[in-house]
């Protein structure tokens, strides 16, 4: 199962209970960037992960090569410069090519 299935079905099962109780609730998601890598190269899309605590996200494609799906991620060239951290990455080879995700600090 995808991860963003089970946070459908999570979330659901929370929104069913809670319906008439009218209470206030967080769900916090963690997904890594190789799981959303390998997402958006199974789906063949650049998507952003939803939940992300505040970190910025990149997302690149290359039909030649994982470093170029790297190098073409948003925020890269800003962590090259020393703007950004990188703190996760995550590449995956679909059909059509290379899929990378980056999250930076």
Sequence with gaps: MSARFMVAMTLALLLGGLAQADQTFTVTTTITAQQQADENARTGR???????????????????????????????????????????????RGPRGWFAVIRYE
């Excluded at 970190?55 to 030649?64: A, D, I, L, N």
């Design 46 to 92: 650049m998507a952003h992960c939803r939940f992300l605590n505040g970190k910025r996200e990149g997302v690149g494609y290359s039909s030649s090569s994982a470093q170029q799906a790297i190098e073409s991620s948003c925020f890269w060239r800003d962590a090259q410069r020393g703007r950004y951290r990188i703190v996760e990455q995550g590449v995956a």
